[in-house]
C-alpha cells in the first residue's frame, strides 16, 4: 500500500471550514483514498473514499488532485465535535470476493490531530 | 450503515487472568474481521485478521498462543489474551469490512484493558 504523509496537527476556528491535507505520492492506480477518524477514546469511524474524481458525502468533501498524488478532506462547517485524529490512507479497493483475508486490512499512520477551537 | 459491537467496553483484571473480548457485526455478516491494538497516544497497529471458518493470521511479533482468535460464525470473532500482564493494557479495537465495491471497514468502539 502507498505511504502518506499528513501533518501531525491542526487547529480549525468552529463553523469555519477544515482543510485537511494528505501527500500520497506513490499511489497506484487501482488504489483509493479512504479517510477514517478516531475521537478519543473511541474506534475509528468511516469518513469518505474515493478514487479519482472528488467525492462529497454528508460528512466531508474529498478533493484529489489530478495527479492522484495528494488529497484533501474538507469539513465544510467543523464543530466541537469534529475534534479527532483524521487518518488518511491509501489502499486497493477491490470487491470483497476478490480481495480476501489481510489483504483487507487497513495500515494506519499517525494521521492529523485536528482540534476545533470555540 | 454498518454497526459493529464490542464488550465489554472496558474491562480490568489481575496479572495471569485470561480476558475474553467479543466482536460482533450487527446488521452484516463478515467473512473477515480485523483486530487492532492502540497504546496511548500511539496509532492503531494491527494484531491479526480473524477469519471465520480457518485459522487467524497473526502479524510478526504478536504471540497466537497469548491472543487466541476465534471465528465462531460469520458476525462474531473473539479475542483472548490469555495469562495478561500489565504491558497488555491497552485499547483493543475490532473492524470488519461491510459488502461493497470498495471495502469500506466499520469499526467497534473499543474495549480498555486494564491489567493490574
Known amino acids: 500500500d502507498a505511504k502518506t504523509t499528513q501533518p501531525p496537527s491542526m487547529d480549525c476556528a468552529e463553523g469555519r471550514a477544515a482543510n485537511l491535507p494528505c501527500n500520497h505520492s506513490t499511489i497506484s492506480g487501482n488504489e483509493y483514498v479512504y479517510w477514517y477518524r478516531q475521537i478519543h477514546s473511541q474506534g475509528p469511524q468511516y469518513i469518505i473514499h474515493?478514487?479519482?474524481n472528488n467525492e462529497t458525502n454528508e460528512m466531508a468533501s474529498l478533493i484529489i488532485t489530478e495527479d492522484r498524488k495528494s488529497s484533501t478532506l474538507i469539513l465544510p462547517h467543523a464543530t466541537l465535535r469534529d475534534t479527532a485524529v483524521y487518518y488518511c490512507i491509501v489502499r486497493v479497493g477491490l470487491a470483497p470476493l476478490i480481495l480476501s483475508g489481510s489483504a483487507r486490512q487497513l495500515t494506519f499512520g499517525s494521521g492529523t490531530q485536528l482540534t476545533v477551537l470555540p | 450503515g454498518a454497526v459493529v459491537s464490542q464488550h465489554p467496553s472496558w474491562v480490568i483484571c489481575k496479572s495471569g487472568t485470561s480476558v475474553k473480548i467479543e466482536c460482533r457485526s450487527l446488521?452484516?455478516?463478515?467473512?473477515?474481521m480485523f483486530w487492532y491494538r492502540q497504546f496511548p497516544k500511539q496509532s492503531l497497529m494491527l494484531m491479526a485478521t480473524s477469519n471465520e471458518g480457518s485459522k487467524a493470521t497473526y502479524e510478526q511479533g504478536v504471540e497466537k498462543d497469548k491472543f487466541l482468535i476465534n471465528h465462531a460464525s460469520l458476525t462474531l470473532s473473539t479475542l483472548t489474551v490469555t495469562s495478561a500482564h500489565p504491558e497488555d493494557s491497552s485499547f483493543y479495537i475490532c473492524s470488519a469490512p461491510a459488502r461493497g465495491s470498495t471495502d469500506t471497514q466499520y469499526f467497534g468502539p473499543g474495549t480498555r484493558l486494564t491489567v493490574l
Open positions: 474515493g478514487l479519482k
Open positions: 446488521d452484516f455478516q463478515a467473512t473477515t
